[in-house]
Each structure stands twice: as structure tokens, then as C-alpha cells.
């Protein structure tokens, strides 16, 4: 008697735009726990950023870009699976992280709805990041933050060092009133024991027909608010760090509540170390990073999410920070 083959697990990461998922990645694949992931990464804009801030080189990333994962590049993901799936002695799981925008009940589908990828994987949980300090301000008109944590198995409320006791516990009852199966783990840095969100089986169909009947069925057009754009600026060129830091600075005192998200890789002058820069509405930080490699192309890339941001002036902007 032949045995059936065991099914790879597949996790899936979302969430609205800077909670916390590319954090809760590299947390994944620096840890010490025995186990490799293929990493599939899913970016709103047409610049990549997300793959380079993944920061174990070792694992396979595959990228995709220009579209969003429940809808336009969803094809790409089933033929990445497809193509995992003939090579899976190498990794022990798969790991999805979605752009902040994704609905994931069509990313979800696809485990289900798509032959091939039945038969090889399963889909072992949905991991949503909320962040916490944001959440309450942008649910009611990000309908995709509201899905992800519907959808959730395990909720991730992330950040909350940076809101007060009672403002979690008025975050957490929002959550609840959406979601109130999901396990919930309060996260500064995502430092959560992975033990407690890898390899759960926690993926429940039934719960998901009773939230969505039509989930198997149905097709998932998901229609992204129009309001919301994307982006991206890069330059060969180096940057001047005494001109890009009070800009940056400047940026987000000025449209931050239009910001989303911001994220960048950018080379200053006469620095051999990339520097990382991130940004959610008001709040932003950047570092010195690793250095430059020897054959990497040592260019700027910044990329901003946001609502009717001004396109030309930042672009603008970011052209008079080079050296």
C-alpha cells in the first residue's frame, strides 16, 4: 500500500500596510528552529522593496510585483506553488506574505479551488498583523483591514508599546467583534513564540463557509480603493544624507496622514552601508544597515502608499536630495 504523500504547509501572512509583516518574516527565518521556507513576497508597488529587507539570504524568495495577489498576480502565485511543489525535498513549508491591500479570502481559494496546488499543500494558518496604534483610525475606511482579520487564525496585535492600556483594550474589542475565534497574541517587534503561529493547522473551513459561504465557489473580483496609489523613486545616483534626512522629515510632518506606508533602501554618499528607512502615517524610522555587497547595484529605491499623495513634489524632492 502506497502512502499519501504529506501535504507541504503553507502560511499565510497579512495585513493592513505597516503592521509588521516583513518583521514577523525575518523573525521566521533567523530563528534557530530547524526548518527552511520557500518565501513567497508580494509587493503593492512596481519597485521592489520587501525582498531585500527579507534579511536570510539562504532562503528562496520569489517576488512578485505590480499587483496584488487576490487579483492580478494571482496566476503568479499558483505557478510559483506549481513550481515549488516538483523541487519540495528542499524546504519544509511555504511561507506567503501578502501586500497590505490583499484580501486574502481569493489567496485563501487558491488551496482549495486549484487541482495541482490541492493535492501538494495545505493551508496551515492565516496570520493577520494589526497595528495597534493605527487599527481604529483606518478600519473604518480600509474595508481590506476588516477581511484580514475576519480571516484570521491567529491575530498578531502588533506594536503595542506604542498605545496606552485602554487604547489596547478598545483595539482588542474592535478585533472581537470582527474575529472572535482567532487566537490573539499582544506583540511588541513581533516577538512572539513562533510555536505559537508555525505548524498549527489552524486553517478552518468550516469557519470560513460560515463567514463566507460562497467562498469555494464564487469568484473573488476584489476592487482596491481607487483613491489609494502607489509611488516609487530611485536614483542611480547617491543620495546626500544631510539633505534626504530633513526631507524625509519634512514629507512626513507634511502629507503624513495621507502615508500608508513608506519604505526604502537608500545609498548615500560616501556611506558603504545601506540605509533603511520606513514610515507609517506620522511615525518613521531609518538605520544604517548591512553593507553594501560587492556585486549589488548600490541604488536608492523609496517607495510610498498612500491617498492622493502629490506625485510631482515628491518626486521632485527626492531628485534634489542627490549628491
Known amino acids: 500500500m502506497t502512502a499519501t504523500p504529506a501535504l507541504t504547509p503553507v502560511t499565510l501572512l497579512t495585513g493592513y500596510l505597516g503592521s509588521g509583516k516583513t518583521t514577523l518574516l525575518n523573525r521566521i527565518l533567523t530563528e534557530t528552529h530547524g526548518k527552511r521556507y520557500a518565501v513567497i513576497v ?17 532562503e528562496e524568495i520569489f517576488e512578485m510585483n505590480n499587483g496584488c495577489i487576490c487579483c492580478t498576480v494571482r496566476g ?11 523541487r519540495k525535498t528542499s524546504f519544509d513549508g511555504i511561507l506567503v506574505e501578502t501586500t497590505g491591500l490583499a484580501d486574502p479570502a481569493p489567496v485563501a481559494q487558491t488551496f482549495f479551488v ?21 487599527l481604529l483610525d483606518e478600519i473604518d475606511r480600509a474595508p ?27 483595539v482588542e474589542t474592535r478585533i472581537r467583534r470582527i474575529n472572535p475565534y482567532a487566537n490573539l497574541h499582544r506583540t511588541q517587534h513581533c516577538d512572539v513564540d513562533l510555536g505559537k503561529v508555525l505548524g498549527r493547522d489552524a486553517f478552518n473551513l468550516d469557519r470560513i463557509l460560515n463567514i ?8 473573488h473580483d476584489h476592487e ?18 544631510e539633505r534626504f534626512i530633513p526631507w524625509i522629515q519634512d514629507v512626513t510632518a507634511s502629507f503624513g496622514k495621507d502615508i500608508l506606508r513608506m519604505k526604502g533602501i537608500i545609498a548615500m554618499n560616501g556611506d558603504d552601508s545601506r540605509f533603511v528607512i520606513q514610515g507609517v502615517h506620522m511615525l518613521i524610522e531609518g538605520d ?13 529605491r523609496l517607495v510610498f502608499i498612500g491617498r492622493g499623495l502629490p506625485r510631482d513634489v515628491l518626486k521632485r524632492g527626492f531628485e534634489a536630495c542627490r549628491a
Do not use: Y
Not at 43 to 48: A, H, L, M, S
Not at 117 to 134: E, G
Not at 212 to 219: G, I, S, V
Open 42 to 58: 508580494n509587493e503593492f508597488g512596481e519597485v521592489g522593496i520587501d525582498n531585500d529587507l527579507v534579511v536570510n539570504a539562504d
Open 212 to 219: 463566507e459561504p460562497e467562498f469555494l465557489t464564487e469568484d
Open 288 to 300: 544604517s544597515q548591512r553593507p553594501w555587497k560587492p556585486n549589488e547595484k548600490r541604488e536608492s
Open 224 to 241: 482596491h480603493d481607487e483613491s489609494i496609489g502607489s509611488l516609487s523613486l530611485t536614483t542611480d545616483r547617491p543620495l546626500n544624507h
Open 144 to 170: 481590506e483591514a476588516e477581511e484580514q482579520i475576519a480571516f484570521a487564525d491567529i491575530v498578531l496585535l502588533n506594536k503595542t508599546d506604542l498605545v496606552s492600556a485602554d487604547g489596547l483594550a478598545m
Open 76 to 86: 503568479d502565485l499558483i505557478r510559483i506553488l506549481c513550481g515549488l511543489m516538483r
Open 114 to 134: 486549484d487541482e495541482d496546488v490541492r493535492r501538494k499543500t495545505k493551508l496551515d494558518a492565516i496570520i493577520t498583523l494589526v497595528d495597534a496604534k493605527h
